[in-house]
């Protein structure tokens, strides 16, 4: 079983910044990518920006230019840089890690989410 957690939500202005955090843990896994996703109230779960294990990302067109999505292989975390926050990034940030893992000499590859962290922009 692999577990993902979320942290480093929180209440900021307008124009301001906030760094989130994801970490993947459990036995027997590699992570193939990992990333963030976003629900506003009254709207469904969007893309927000990904990574692959290859260092490739992908962003929403949305926060293009001011999101920066990062990991450390390391430690199996992502990062994300959200910079120049408009209130319209008000929402729940899950994060998605899409591994392969081992268990009794089978390998299968499966996704995980967090339960999200909560980012506020007042205006």
């Known amino acids: 079983q692999v577990q993902v957690v979320e942290s480093g939500g929180g209440l900021v202005q307008a124009g301001g910044s906030l760094r989130l955090s994801c970490g993947a843990s459990?036995?027997?896994?590699?992570?193939?990518?990992m990333g963030w996703y976003r629900q506003a109230p009254g709207k469904q779960r969007e893309l927000v920006a990904t990574i692959s294990n290859g260092d490739s990302t992908n962003y929403a067109d949305s926060v293009k230019g001011r999101f920066t999505i990062s990991r450390d292989n390391a430690k199996n975390t992502v990062y994300l840089q959200m910079n120049s926050l408009k209130p319209e990034d008000t929402a729940v940030y899950y994060c998605n890690a899409d591994v392969s893992v081992s268990q009794s000499g089978l390998v299968f590859r499966t996704s995980q989410w967090g339960r999200g962290t909560r980012v506020t922009v007042s205006s």
């Open positions: 459990g036995r027997s896994f590699s992570i193939i990518a």
